[in-house]
């Protein structure tokens, strides 16, 4: 019997900067962990292939970030789909992720594409 690979989620790092390799990520938002949270909670998956939402994968790892007023996405090339809430980053090498009170800065190694093909996926 072959057993499933537990999906690491990680709520609240202790680390202030996150460096971590990854392919793409995408970022949401859930509902206020707690009552007492001025804002709500961001999450970043991130996964091993690009355009993760067009395929049927799982993520590799999540993170959740409490109490999140924004976050700042620095010079990245995204993509935002209207049929759903996620932005999309594709094409990454390495992402960090800086958490700083309420806000969350992510940056990124990224290759550049000027268009999708199936290459590319």
Known sequence: MKHKKRIQEIKNPKQKRIKIATKS????????????????????????VNNPHKKNVFPTKI????????????????SYYLEGNDIVVNDLEELYMIREGSKLTLKAYQFEVEKRGKENE
């Open 25 to 48: 990520v995408l970022i949401g938002r859930l509902d206020r962990e707690k009552k007492g949270d001025h804002f709500k909670t961001a999450i970043i998956r991130l996964f091993e």
């Open 63 to 78: 993170y959740k970030f409490t109490n999140v007023e924004k976050v700042r996405i620095r010079k990245l090339n995204v």
